[in-house]
């Protein structure tokens, strides 16, 4: 497991999306609620099992857009769908299945972080430099990346296209597509 880079912007943005209190998330997860605070602000960073954890948690709020997964699932394009927090597979088109190497549903419901290439770690660091967490609509971010092979998948070098979404319960999600 690789930590999440801007946890505390990412645990707000969630957490307020989902209408949640910072109580609630403390005591689901045995803290108190002053220590979601510092998580939130910054002072304060859980260890990598506890991020995920807490991701893990929020996402049970989470409901399935079936229209916007159809859409992505039947695209033509090489796109894929992830839990804005997370990372969180959501869906994935036939041509993006193709270029990973890999049955359109396995893997679905799968966190990609880990297999995020050097790359792809640098850009998301550098969303915590713009405004990408603070506002509703942030300006999509263009980048290359290398190509990488694990075990679970492949990923091909080229161009990737990050936008934002929100499914229909207001959850915000990535629009992942190679360009």
Not at 15 to 33: N, T, Y
Request: proline residues 3%.
């Amino acid at each position: 497991m690789k930590p999440l880079p801007s946890f505390g912007r990412r645990l707000r943005q969630q957490r307020r999306v989902l209408g949640l209190k910072q109580l609630i998330i403390a005591q689901e997860l045995g803290v108190d609620q002053a220590t979601v605070s510092r998580w939130e602000s910054g002072k304060q960073v859980p260890q990598t099992k506890v991020q995920h954890a807490v991701f893990d948690l929020l996402a049970q709020s989470r409901t399935d857009d079936h229209a916007l997964r159809r859409l992505v699932e039947n695209s033509g394009d090489c796109l894929h769908l992830v839990d804005e927090t997370n990372h969180i597979c959501l869906a994935y088109s036939r041509s993006r299945a193709q270029d990973w190497l890999v049955s359109q549903r396995a893997m679905l419901g799968a966190s990609l972080w880990r297999f995020s290439t050097d790359e792809i770690r640098h850009a998301e660091t550098e969303l915590a430099d713009s405004d990408w967490w603070s506002v509703k609509e942030p300006k999509a971010k263009l980048f290359s990346t290398s190509e990488a092979t694990h075990n679970a998948i492949r990923i091909s070098a080229g161009a990737i296209l990050w936008e934002r979404l929100y499914l229909a319960d207001g959850t915000p999600v990535r629009l992942v597509s190679g360009v």
